[in-house]
């Protein structure tokens, strides 16, 4: 582990956003979306091909009872954070964190083209509201992922006509609530998203709604998604200029295996700029805050192969290199100085509690050294408060501060680390 020399003393700022993540779909239960429809529509074809898919990781005996029961591929209840976030809220206060990052579920508020639900609108609302009663600053996030039927069915991000619907969501969300806060996030991840949904399949567990492999497609719902961040930021701060508006990218620390190799310099330098950088340039002028998620150092040789180190690796199979994040922090305030930084997302899948102590220590220590250097951090946001739902991987992974089970009533329980890391936000406030 690498720790700071005596002599340098990096302060975190005093309202530095301690905080942790969630998305609504993730969490909730009990959603309608486009994600629900996939999810049923799949869930037993990802259970047969569970051993193919996952077989050759090293959690694979721990993780294959669920992993090849259908049931692990459905959101269902979520882990009932929709009725139980006044408990989740507790809970979280207990941690010292002092920021959570939460979503909103456009599929609750307009269930149907133009009609709202005052219900949903008025959910929210309290949340806001329980949140601040407890001191946590919340962190709204518009889009991750999700939406609601009928607008994917209209071909949701693919065609800019449609760009109409999500601003009128969008001037909703800034009517009702712009002025309960202080942080926005509108779009969650464009880059995973387009990927995944429209261009190629995720490594673990094949494609994502709506599964088309069409690189226009792809093209399209990129370029649209900048332009709905764009016209959001818009909406945003005309309801309240005092608002700080970023979006959640998924930034990668890329780097050439062999760094004194042309080609694998080559291949580092075109997969930086098409995966971090290409989508931020656009949106440069659209951005209070940089917020960037964070999960992978990944090494490149030549023709693109990503060649990582096979260990440590996480229950997900993913090469952990959670130290990763100083040299991205670092090229991140090169581009985007002036612009201060805020990590949205970071955390590892865990479910022995065996390395995420040691992550998250790495995670702050690379804060400091970063901040020792003059970089502007203003946050950091561990993923996730809960055990969550994780996409078409369904619910065996385990990513929470606080693990649920989802078998015996939803209990909660604080794992060791984060306990651990409460203290360390004492000490670091
Ligand atoms: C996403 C989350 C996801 C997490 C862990 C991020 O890419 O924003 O929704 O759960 O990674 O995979």
Known sequence: MVTMPEDIKPEFPKKFLW??????????????????????????????????????????????????????????????????????????KNLNLKALRFGVEWSRIEPEEGQWNEEAIEHYREYIKQLKKRGIEPMMNIWHTTMPVWFCDKGAFKYRSNLKYFERFVKKLADEYASQLKWIITLNEPNVYATYGYLVSEPLSGPWPPGEKNALSFARVYWNLIHAHRHAYKILKRANPSLQVGLASQLANIQAKRPHNELDELTTKTMRYFWNWWFLRRVRLQMDFVGFNYYFTDYYTELGKRKDPQLPLSDMGWYMEPE?????????????????????????????????????EESIVAMERAISEGVDIRGYFYWSLLDNFEWANGWWPKFGLIEVDREHGMKRKTRESAKWFAEKIKKLS
């Open 19 to 92: 905080g942790a993540s969630t998305s609504a779909h993730q969490v909730e239960g009990g959603n309608h979306n486009q994600w629900t429809v996939w999810e049923l529509a799949h869930a037993s074809q990802m259970a047969q091909s569970a051993q193919k898919r996952l077989g050759h990781m090293p959690a694979w005996p721990d993780i294959k009872k669920q992993a090849q029961n259908p049931d692990n591929y459905v959101s269902g209840k979520g882990v009932d954070h929709y009725h139980r976030y006044e408990e989740d809220f507790d809970l979280a």
């Open 324 to 360: 990763g994040l100083y040299p991205l922090l670092l090229s991140v305030w090169r581009h985007y100085k002036k612009i201060p930084i805020i990590i949205t997302e970071n955390g590892v899948a865990d479910a022995k509690d065996e390395y995420r102590r040691w992550w998250i």
